[in-house]
């Protein structure tokens, strides 16, 4: 009898959720941790004028950084871009639109898009002009606060060590990192797994992403990660 709550699928099904001008968020710190046969595929679909939301813009070869390198991206929302010159000389000839959020704030706009609320609110630059630009102040307490809004995506797509049938996940050490996050965060949650295990093999105690929040899984061939410095 087939399972009906079976996701595992393939990397040519989940292509057609990528279309051009969409919103992608995405996993991973510098690279690890982010789904290289996803980003792969949309490169050789061709898939343009994305919009990001991750941590960074990877290097320019690693990561997501393969797609901003190959000019397929116009804005990204990420605490940095440092590891990327690419997308460094892009946002200075104005060809990426970047907006910066710092890192705690970034992973917690996540976080609040994953459950349902509409932002959070921060202490963070209530006194600086550039970065309270267009933002509500709102006083409670006696305190004022930016509201910094939730973050959502048309699809979140994630990287993890292991999975079963229904997309419980399991993340492999640092490469853990914002995927449980990013994992809730989107409309279509699309997990790349190095190993796929049937339903109920896998520990309660160990499931860090609860299957709920995943839509499909597909077996990723592996990467060996090499850092840019090495």
Same mark, same amino acid.
């Given at each position: 009898?087939?399972?009906?709550?079976?996701?595992?699928?393939?990397?040519?099904?989940?292509?057609?959720?990528?279309?051009?001008?969409?919103?992608?968020?995405?996993? /991973?710190? /510098?690279?690890?941790?982010?789904?290289?046969?996803?980003?792969?595929?949309?490169?050789?679909?061709?898939? +343009?004028?994305? &919009?990001?939301? /991750?941590?960074?813009?990877?290097?320019? #070869?690693? =990561?997501?950084?393969?797609?901003?390198?190959?000019?397929?991206?116009?804005?990204?929302?990420?605490?940095?871009?440092?590891?990327?010159?690419?997308?460094?000389?892009?946002?200075?000839?104005?060809?990426?639109?970047? *907006?910066?959020?710092?890192?705690?704030?970034?992973?917690?706009?996540?976080? @609040?898009?994953?459950?349902?609320?509409?932002?959070?609110?921060?202490?963070?630059?209530? #006194?600086? $002009?550039?970065?309270? &630009?267009?933002?509500?102040?709102? $006083?409670?307490? =006696?305190? +004022?606060?930016?509201? !910094? %809004?939730?973050?959502?995506? *048309?699809?979140?797509?994630?990287? @993890?060590?292991?999975?079963? *049938?229904?997309?419980?996940?399991?993340?492999?050490?640092?490469?853990?990192?914002?995927?449980?996050?990013?994992?809730?965060? /989107?409309?279509? %949650?699309?997990?790349?797994? !190095? $190993?796929?295990?049937?339903? =109920?093999?896998?520990?309660? !105690? $160990?499931?860090?992403?609860?299957?709920?929040?995943? #839509?499909?899984?597909?077996?990723? &061939?592996?990467?060996?990660? &090499?850092? @840019?410095? !090495?």
């Amino acid at each position: 009898m087939e399972n009906p709550f079976n996701k595992v699928t393939t990397l040519d099904q989940v292509l057609d959720f990528f279309h051009d001008g969409m919103t992608l968020m995405f996993g /991973g710190f /510098g690279g690890v941790g982010s789904p290289p046969g996803l980003i792969g595929g949309i490169l050789e679909k061709k898939v +343009k004028h994305l &919009k990001l939301i /991750g941590n960074d813009t990877g290097f320019p #070869d690693i =990561g997501i950084g393969k797609l901003v390198s190959n000019g397929r991206v116009d804005n990204v929302i990420a605490s940095h871009i440092g590891s990327n010159p690419i997308a460094g000389r892009l946002m200075h000839e104005g060809k990426l639109d970047v *907006e910066f959020s710092p890192q705690g704030i970034l992973v917690e706009r996540i976080r @609040a898009g994953g459950v349902g609320l509409p932002g959070i609110l921060s202490d963070i630059g209530t #006194d600086n $002009e550039i970065v309270a &630009k267009d933002k509500p102040l709102v $006083e409670l307490n =006696g305190k +004022k606060y930016l509201v !910094e %809004t939730a973050l959502t995506a *048309e699809v979140s797509i994630v990287y @993890a060590k292991k999975a079963d *049938e229904y997309g419980n996940l399991i993340y492999d050490k640092s490469a853990r990192n914002t995927n449980p996050l990013v994992a809730m965060a /989107g409309k279509i %949650t699309i997990a790349e797994v !190095e $190993e796929i295990v049937s339903l =109920g093999s896998l520990s309660p !105690e $160990e499931i860090i992403t609860p299957g709920v929040f995943v #839509d499909y899984v597909i077996p990723s &061939k592996g990467v060996n990660w &090499k850092w @840019a410095w !090495e």
